[in-house]
């Protein structure tokens, strides 16, 4: 299969759909890659690794978007590549279709096939292909949260860890999945007093046996919340109810009674936040105050790490893309149910039902569809 890797360009994408080292599988396997010259540069991967690792490099996107069968991206296309969409391609990447209805009719109208990386699905139910930006995002949710704690940069002038002789800081984390695990492990490395509060108890005890008992676990309730949130000097917002806001747990009225230069990380933000006080920022101004306490509430925070992203999300992808290689859409797709999953459009048609629900339009599962 020939197999194309443009260069992302919506704003602020600095990750890159596939790494030197995964190109090397591809070309060992038979298939042809074609990366756009520069592709990696913004995750610090150059020209020069994916030709030794056997990859051709295109001068022009619409080179690699013309040649190849199947595009692997990270970000939804942007509009100005729509030109290059043709029926038969398949484009495994981010989509989030849903609130995307021009996106949608673009793939359906040139019959492209869309495979979404955000809805396919493992065996336990859990989304593989976003849990490594969560981990991502909780590691670095503790890594911002110290350095904002400084003097300079606004904060109480804190150390995570203490000193001996001078207490850790206290970090609570609200939310005990993904990023809330990864958030407690870096801070108990720091040396940080760790409080996490969920509301699925049998989290809570899993994260009690994980650490050792070494952390505080919490129910979750709003009395607890207010409580928590007046001893803590940094707050990280981790919460999620799957295909929903994220519950506003954090009233105005708490953050006001807060420590002054205490800091809150609500990297809950992509779903509009668990601080009654967040709002998005991005990288350039990443954070404000309020009561003053500091917020940030960056929602793409993977992307100040590119590196580190590509990586994470490449080892993710990999086996699903492999699979989609070696054994074409339809088989892989038939084969592996939770990479069916991830098929959004097919033929112009759409094949994930809450994508079809919130367009209203019609679906098909893809069973529906082979052979038509
Ligand atoms: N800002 C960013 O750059 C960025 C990056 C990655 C992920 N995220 C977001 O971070 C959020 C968390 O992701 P995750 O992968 O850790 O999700 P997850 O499903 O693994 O964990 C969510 C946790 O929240 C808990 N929860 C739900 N309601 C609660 C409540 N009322 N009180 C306390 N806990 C409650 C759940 O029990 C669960 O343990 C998501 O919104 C995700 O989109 C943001």
């Known amino acids: 299969m020939v197999i194309g890797v443009p260069r992302e360009i919506k704003d602020h994408e600095t990750r890159v759909g596939l790494v030197p080292s995964a190109v090397a599988a591809l070309h060992e396997a038979g298939h042809t890659v074609l990366v756009e010259t520069k592709a990696g540069e913004a995750s610090t991967l150059h020209d020069e690794e994916y030709a030794h690792a056997g990859a051709r490099i295109v001068e022009k996107a619409s080179q690699v978007w013309s040649e190849a069968e199947l595009i692997v991206k990270v970000k939804e296309p942007q509009p100005a590549e729509y030109e290059f969409f043709r029926p038969g391609l398949v484009l495994f990447t981010y989509l989030h ?65 203490g000193v001996p002789g001078v207490a850790p ?17 870096i801070a108990h490395g720091m040396g940080a007093h760790v409080t996490i ?5 049998n989290r809570l005890r899993e994260l009690d046996d994980i650490f050792n008992g070494m952390i505080v676990t919490l129910a979750s309730n709003t009395y607890t919340i207010a409580e928590t ?57 990443p954070i404000y105050f309020v009561d003053n306490v500091l917020h940030y509430c960056v929602s793409n925070m993977p992307a100040a790490v590119p590196h580190t992203s590509t990586f994470a999300l490449t080892n993710a992808t990999f086996p699903y893309l492999q699979a989609l290689a070696s054994k074409g859409l339809e088989r892989a797709c038939t084969e592996h149910p939770g990479l069916g999953a991830g098929l959004n459009t097919y033929r112009g048609e759409v094949t994930y039902q809450a994508v079809a629900e919130s367009q209203g339009l019609p679906w098909k599962p893809l069973s529906a569809l082979i052979g038509k």
């Open 229 to 285: 949130l007046r001893l803590a000097d940094l707050v990280i917002g981790g919460v999620l109810i799957p295909g929903a806001a994220a519950p506003k747990l954090v009233r105005r009225d708490m953050i006001s009674k807060m420590k002054r230069g205490s800091v809150v990380v609500d990297v809950a933000i992509d779903q509009g936040g668990c601080f009654e006080t967040s709002h998005a920022t991005t990288h350039t101004n």
């Open 197 to 201: 509060i969920d509301k699925n108890l």
């Open 169 to 185: 800081a206290n970090v609570a984390i609200i939310g005990g999945g993904v990023v809330g695990t990864n958030a407690a492990k």
């Open 97 to 161: 279709l849903a609130p995307l209805p021009e996106l949608t009719a673009q793939l359906l109208r040139y019959g492209v096939s869309g495979v979404a990386y955000e809805t396919i699905v493992e065996r336990d139910g859990s989304l593989p292909l976003l849990t490594p930006m969560s981990e991502v995002a909780g590691r670095m949710s503790v890594q911002v949260g110290a350095q904002y704690l400084e003097r300079p940069m606004g904060g109480r002038g804190i150390l995570l860890g």
